[in-house]
Nanobody
Framework: VQLQASGGGLVQAGGSLRLSCAAS????????VGWFRQSPGKEREFVAH????????YYADSLKGRFTISRDIAKNTVWLQMNSLKPEDTAVYYC???????????????????WGQGTLVTVSS
């Protein structure tokens, strides 16, 4: 499966953005999908995850209540809705997918086999 992340941009603190992760080659119904982010000089950080079966969602504790992951199987797309953005949310955001996921490993980048190219989100103060 190929992934294409988009929707990043410049937004003021308190604003919102919705990122898209469009898949091609395979249907996303067969994949768990996660979002990660990476700031300069920092490790890639888990943001959110949606399971292929049942669509259960999981979030980094620090982001619960502000970020929402969702999917549209018909459109073969996963979204990340980001609200009440803060300057510390500034990062390159990546979507990733895997056909096999152990729930305890959803926060580990190495658990995902397919990655999009990343989209830059900049939150100004």
């Amino acid at each position: 499966v190929q992934l294409q992340a988009s929707g990043g941009g410049l937004v003021q603190a308190g604003g919102s953005l919705r990122l898209s992760c469009a898949a091609s080659g395979r249907t996303l119904s067969g994949y768990d999908v996660g979002w990660f982010r990476q700031s300069p000089g920092k490790e890639r950080e888990f943001v959110a995850h949606i399971r292929k079966t049942g669509g259960n969602t999981y979030y980094a504790d620090s982001l619960k209540g502000r970020f929402t992951i969702s999917r549209d199987i018909a459109k073969n797309t996963v979204w990340l809705q980001m609200n009440s953005l803060k300057p510390e949310d500034t990062a390159v955001y990546y979507c990733a997918a895997t056909s096999r996921m152990i729930l305890s490993q959803i926060g580990q980048p190495s658990s995902y086999h397919y990655w999009g190219q990343g989209t830059l989100v900049t939150v100004s103060s």
